[in-house]
């Protein structure tokens, strides 16, 4: 049916009446819609959440679940769903029956979260330290390059080795030059991360891990930071703190479980051996204990020499520069070098000279010592 339009008026009125406006059924069908949205919406914040659990058992047609906290529960499962012990399973909250099985051997890979390589530091790259890196290469490099040589001879190295001593000393350089010399893949892991980043997954992760240095082998595991998993604890009643327990029993079940002359060797470090647990040192688990000092005079010139070869300086007053840095760590040593270096580029100089150095080390010094007054203040 056509329309015949007077004037400018009629025209407006009719678009806003049929093309503008939408029809009344229209309107009512997105109002509908929305409203089921929300309501959805609303549905999914009322839903309580599904715990995942793991199956232990099958007994006839009921599963034995352990629930997060460690509890066990003899449950039903929904009637398409088949479980196996050992799968991992989702479970509503109330009644706890299984409502679906869980497939997360793919949700991570754990080569995603930890560092995986084949580093390029020597033995070259570090200053000092000459003691410490003879008896890691006598109980590391050694039996990873010719476990034959220890099998002949009847001695058995150790599994793992435990560098202890005060930060930024060298702990993960070593780690990582004896992997060099080794030709082993490097597999590092920082123990808080472990338990911080993957709660509830801490255990799985360091079967895969060791898993995975196995097919990787030769390899080296490096734990940084292992008081995080190894903190002696005097109760364990909170569930943070079980879920760290269940990582170091499953740690200590990994390093028990492997021999001494597989080639896969676990480094760990820490700044805090006073408070690692004793089960950790062992016999048969870390029961090499290498302590890594502050640098003394001789090995912070090695750090300067190292880390100062590339620049371009003068000659420099090196007595100087060791008996200012004393009590420094090689980390800070190093940043030294770094920090020479900026002091001639702001003064648009090609080569660097002592005083640079100088300046560099009051700078370096006055973070150092600023740090350790604050947290003097706090014990
Ligand atoms: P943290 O306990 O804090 O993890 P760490 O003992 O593992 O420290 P590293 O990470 O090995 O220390 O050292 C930090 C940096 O300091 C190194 O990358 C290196 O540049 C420098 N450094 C420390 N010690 C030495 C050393 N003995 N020789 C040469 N460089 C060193």
């Given at each position: 049916?056509?329309?015949?339009?007077?004037?400018?008026?009629?025209?407006?009125?009719?678009?806003?009446?049929?093309?503008?406006?939408?029809?009344?059924?229209?309107?009512?069908?997105?109002?509908?819609?929305?409203?089921?949205?929300?309501?959805?919406?609303?549905?999914?914040?009322?839903?309580?959440?599904?715990?995942?659990?793991?199956?232990?058992?099958?007994?006839?047609?009921?599963?034995?679940?352990?629930?997060?906290?460690?509890?066990?529960?003899?449950?039903?499962?929904?009637?398409?769903?088949?479980?196996?012990?050992?799968?991992?399973?989702?479970?509503?909250?109330?009644?706890?029956?299984?409502?679906?099985?869980?497939?997360?051997?793919?949700?991570?890979?754990?080569?995603?979260?930890?560092?995986?390589?084949?580093?390029?530091?020597?033995?070259?790259?570090?200053?000092?330290?000459?003691?410490?890196?003879?008896?890691?290469?006598?109980?590391?490099?050694?039996?990873?390059?010719?476990?034959?040589?220890?099998?002949?001879?009847?001695?058995?190295?150790?599994?793992?080795?435990?560098l202890?001593?005060?930060?930024?000393?060298?702990?993960?350089?070593?780690?990582?030059?004896?992997?060099?010399?080794?030709?082993?893949?490097?597999?590092?892991?920082?123990?808080?991360?472990?338990?911080?980043?993957?709660?509830?997954?801490?255990?799985?992760?360091?079967?895969?891990?060791?898993?995975l240095?196995?097919e990787?082998?030769?390899?080296?595991?490096?734990?940084?930071?292992?008081?995080?998993?190894?903190?002696?604890?005097?109760?364990?009643?909170?569930?943070?703190?079980?879920?760290?327990?269940?990582?170091?029993i499953?740690?200590?079940?990994?390093?028990?479980?492997?021999?001494?002359?597989?080639?896969?060797?676990?480094?760990?470090?820490?700044?805090?051996?006073?408070?690692?647990?004793?089960?950790?040192?062992?016999?048969?688990?870390?029961?090499?204990?290498?302590e890594?000092?502050?640098?003394?005079?001789?090995?912070?010139?090695?750090?300067?020499?190292l880390?100062?070869?590339?620049?371009?300086?003068?000659?420099?007053?090196?007595?100087?520069?060791?008996?200012?840095?004393?009590?420094?760590?090689?980390?800070?040593?190093?940043?030294?070098?770094?920090?020479?270096?900026?002091?001639?580029?702001?003064?648009?100089?090609?080569?660097?000279?002592?005083?640079?150095?100088f300046?560099?080390?009051?700078?370096?010094?006055?973070?150092?010592?600023?740090?350790?007054?604050?947290?003097?203040?706090?014990?």
């Amino acid at each position: 049916m056509g329309f015949i339009i007077k004037n400018k008026k009629e025209a407006s009125e009719l678009y806003d009446k049929e093309i503008a406006a939408p029809s009344v059924n229209e309107e009512n069908e997105l109002l509908k819609n929305s409203l089921n949205y929300l309501k959805n919406e609303l549905g999914k914040f009322k839903e309580l959440p599904l715990l995942v659990c793991e199956a232990k058992k099958v007994i006839n047609n009921k599963v034995l679940i352990k629930v997060p906290n460690g509890s066990h529960f003899l449950v039903n499962t929904s009637s398409n769903v088949v479980v196996e012990p050992g799968d991992t399973v989702l479970v509503e909250q109330r009644s706890l029956t299984v409502v679906q099985k869980f497939d997360n051997s793919k949700s991570f890979d754990i080569e995603d979260f930890i560092i995986v390589e084949k580093p390029d530091i020597s033995w070259d790259n570090i200053g000092g330290l000459e003691e410490q890196i003879k008896e890691i290469k006598e109980v590391v490099e050694l039996p990873l390059l010719k476990p034959e040589l220890f099998k002949e001879i009847g001695i058995d190295p150790p599994k793992g080795i435990l560098l202890h001593g005060p930060p930024g000393t060298g702990k993960t350089l070593l780690a990582k030059a004896v992997a060099n010399s080794a030709n082993a893949t490097f597999i590092e892991v920082v123990g808080s991360e472990l338990v911080q980043k993957f709660i509830g997954e801490g255990a799985k992760l360091v079967r895969d891990i060791f898993a995975l240095a196995r097919e990787r082998a030769p390899s080296i595991i490096f734990i940084d930071e292992i008081d995080a998993l190894a903190a002696e604890r005097m109760n364990i009643g909170v569930s943070g703190e079980r879920e760290v327990q269940r990582t170091f029993i499953q740690l200590l079940t990994e390093i028990d479980g492997f021999n001494n002359l597989d080639n896969v060797k676990v480094v760990a470090a820490t700044n805090r051996i006073d408070i690692l647990d004793p089960a950790l040192l062992r016999p048969g688990r870390f029961d090499r204990l290498i302590e890594i000092p502050l640098p003394d005079e001789k090995a912070r010139l090695d750090i300067v020499k190292l880390h100062s070869n590339k620049m371009k300086t003068d000659d420099l007053n090196f007595d100087e520069i060791i008996r200012k840095t004393d009590g420094f760590n090689g980390a800070e040593v190093k940043a030294v070098c770094t920090e020479a270096g900026y002091f001639a580029i702001r003064e648009e100089r090609k080569v660097i000279n002592s005083d640079d150095f100088f300046k560099a080390i009051d700078k370096i010094a006055g973070v150092k010592y600023e740090d350790d007054e604050y947290l003097g203040m706090f014990g």
